[in-house]
């Protein structure tokens, strides 16, 4: 089975890091990813299926992963070498299309009864993800066993596994995954009617983030900091009711907020100015030690920082963190929302409604994966928003 | 031309030698006769160096070339330098912007800084013809320094012992041939920044020439360059300078360096009283520019 | 002196000057094309400190000075601010001259409680230094920082309300002033539109009585407000006046310039061009060459630095209306050409510098407010270009904004005229929220800048414009700015010409407004 693999490798780590994440060292034979013939993965048990990926998106954990970007402290939840891709639509054995929810809680590792976080429907917080019938792992995608997304075959429970509508293409049911993210994301904090929300990061998950507190928590105003015009059009056309460009984003947001704005004149150091006053609720959805500094100091004092973009090792000025009395909290993965409702049958009840295949795509092989890579690294710039490796057959 | 005298006695190779040979039995003399590089005999009496020091008035440093070259060096580098250092903000400036006639500028002293400090709040005009009364004990004891200080500053000599009347008639005639005088009444550096005791020389000087003492303070020096330190560090500093205080009927000189004492306090301590800082109408008529003839 | 003229031109006519913010463009202009010019500088007046002090002796429907002054009362001078005169003039300036005056005499009569309060409304807040430059060395150490300061139309504690006009306008005033047991106002008018009851319903009003007439409706009905007998401006300004007068006790004294308003290194600019040496060429060369090379900043620095050898032509006090007309009949002979006939398309180069950013920058919209505010309004009976007419306005127009003078421009801009630029529907769904926004105030109060709705006044300005004219085209104009200003950008003239003749018909005529030095049309 053709897949490409990653693998733990001190030297090729050191030299991914030491070219700075360059992508032409990052995909060369020396560095982490391979394309090989692997085995294919065997099901664990009775109520395991084999699912053939159709579509995979690159998320940008991936390229972190891939350009030792990563945090370490993914490092022992996951079992390598495994095969990445945790966004995808594939087929089953007997063609009928489906998404997978990649995280490996409890029901999956057959362990019973689950644990407290399981119990709750908070199956991103499993307490068992080293336990049971498969290897180490947080998410397909992550663990050795499952095989992942950019391989031409994985295997998934069956509590992993969505229909997917016919409404939706192979493309935006790839979406449904990082959408899950974002709802959840939008569902675990609540914004209010009369808040201000600021979404840094028009990404596909700032994009998508966006669509999914437009319509879940609908506030008073939407603004989302894009930085290229396709960003731009597409987080206006999924209900931005603003959206300003990196470097205005201070101005525009103290307008918004009708806060105070006081300028450091003449500190060479610190470019950003002190808002007094700013946004209610922030979803920090790039990732970036930047971005990230940006959003403590443009949530208003009391207000609340949501990261839902995976951050690694960054380094934030805690100061305003302090000073402003933030709750800074993290909006991982999925499971079982407040109202009780799985967040993929939310995101797979919201999907056909907002054209995600404007957000999927240019496709390649997965023998073009250095030209994916690339391309996925660079997508704002190429006006792309999820670049994804395509194994459908020609037919 | 006249051929050289051929019958000269003393002239040519004999001269020479008879030259030359005194010179040798002269050394001999000397070299025997006193004690070179060996202890003075005990008995001798205490060495002394009878000749005393040419007096000296400095007087070069207020004749040109000096004034312009001191104006240039002023003018190019210690006030730029002070500018940037201090940051001075100068307060009553109008009261010297327009003097007719020349006065003492009576300041406290808190650091080397002072000078230069209150150098700069008088302005280039008065600046020009200002002279600064500078310790003669400490800046004349060695010639170099004393040289520098004149060429910079235009010191002169000041014994602070309070002593000599010749001091007193040499401030006398800078201030009567039309020399500003700035003078620090403390006599000396205050250590901790806080105004030390007046001394009487400056009531002497004001009432014996019926000039006008204009009280000035300046607050932050210390913390520029305090007694003790040699290298001056950043720090803002204010001058404040005072309405310019008459000498009464009457009035003894005792009493008048009270006043001005008093007045540099005041200074010192902010006051906004018209005593020390006039009204409006005083300063702006004090700043009203010398009648001429269009 | 020459007057002003209107000239023709034809095949020997030079290449004509256009301003372009900080430089310029020679263009040839169709043949048949007219250019009006200013009139010559007039005389000024050979002792103006002499003059100054005849008018204060012997004021106009008023008591002189001296008789006023008493030991023990409360005066109060209050002057224009540094809006006035374009570009700023060069020492001495006249305000200087006159309230020199006006405090020696204060200093003579025993007047302790004296204050000086720059008169700047909602316009930003001068630095210590350019308040220097305005009223002189003597009076800015004498006075500075206690007794000679910036009006603060902010301060809740600062402004009083003393009445409504009879149409039910609310009239506020400084404080200090409405305190006073008189208040001498010293003006200085440049333009008809300057000085009269204006100086101190404006200059010492705050928010809510300025908003009384800086409104689109009145502005709209102000044709021009070049022109006060013709606008609806000045009639609200009058009307607040009155309800000061009764008040306060006002001692206004008025100076006009001549418009003398380049210093000598660039004296083309004050020629024509048939008038230009050999020398005045080579400058313009190697002006031009400067300007094309140097980058924005140093161009800024190098036209900012350059003062105005004016003039004074005229200085008059007493009662404001008296004394207002004499010094708008100075201000008129300076200024008016009579101008036969509209015409299709009307040309105007953008200079450097407008009303609102001595030491600044002429931002998109302050390039708007200054073509189509000041530049369009310049005329008398009607505008030079006829109704459904085109403007072509040369300017850079690129995206730039003083952070520190305009805060509230960049919103404007931004927020405001990226969703609509239709005044009217401006006013109705933005004012207040600018004119109440805390930042803003707190910039204007604490910092140099202006007032949180004064864009919304630039833009006012040139209300009756846009609602005049057919079409308006940007030469040399960044586009993306052009664009969100609601105008057209051609990269030379001849393509605004071949633009305008859409809106206006083949073979159009053409006018040409070589200003400044500043001109008044006055069109039959």
Redesign the interface.
Known sequence: MLALTFDRNIPAYALVKAAGGRPDVATSPLALLHLEDVEPPKLPGSDWHRVHPQVSGICGSDIAAITGHASFYMDPLTSFPFIPGHELCGRLDDGSRVVVQPVLGCAVRGIDPPCRMCAEGRIGLCENVTEGEIEVGLQTGYCHDTGGGWGELLVAHESQLYEVPDALTDGAAMLTEPLACAIHAALRTGAQPEDTVLVMGAGCLGLLTVAAVKTFTPPRKLICVAKYPHQAELARSLGADLVVAPGEVYQRVRFATQARRVDTIGNLLEKRPVLLGGADLVFECAGSASSLSDSVRLARGGGKVVLVGMPGKEEVDWAPIWQRELQVTGAYAYGVEANGKRTFDLALELAPSLKLDRLAGPFFALEDYRDAIEYAMSSGRLSAVRVAFDQRSEA | MAAPAWYSGSVGLSALVRSLGGALDDYRKLRRGFHWDTPRPAEWPEASNAVPDRPTTLGWARMEPVRSLRWALQKGMLMPFTEVMAHPKVEG??WV?ELHRPVILASNHTSHADTPLLLYALGDRVRERTVVAAAADYFYSRRVIGFLTSLWLNTFPFARTGGPQEVLNRSSQLLKSGWNLLVFPEGTRSDTGALQEFRPGVGHLATENRVDVIPMHVRGAHRIMPKGRNVPLPAQATVRIGKPLKVGEGETSRSFAERVEKAVHELADGAESAQVTG???D???A?A?RKTRR | MRPGAVVEVDRNTPPTLFHYGEGFRLERLPLGSRIIYPPDPMDPIGHPERAIRRALTKPIEDDPLKDLLRPGMKLTIAFDDLSLPLPPMASPDVRQLVIEEVVDMAAHAGIEDIQLIAAIGLHRKMTADEIRHIVGDRVFTAFWPDRLYNHDAEDPADNVQIGKTSNGEEVWLNRRALESDLVVYVNLTLVPMDGGQKSMSTGLGCYRSIKEHHTVHTLLNSNSYMHPPDSALHHSCIRQGQIIEDAVRVFHIETSLNNHAFPAIANFLQKRETDWTTSDQAAFYALKQATDLAPPDLKRTMFHSMLAPYGMTSVQAGQVDKVHDKTLEAVRSQMLVPVEGQTDVVTMGIPYLGPYNPNSILNPVLVVCLGLGYLFNLYKNKPVVREGGVVIMSHPTRYEFHSVHHPSYIDFYDEVLADTTDSAEIEKRYEKRFAEDPWYRQMYQQSYAYHGVHPFYAWYWAAHALAYLGDVIVVGGERSTVHRLGFKAATTLEDAFEMAEQTVGRYPSVSHLRTPPLLLAEVE
Do not use: N
């Open positions: 400036e109008e912007q009204s409006w109408i300063r702006w008529q700043t520019p």
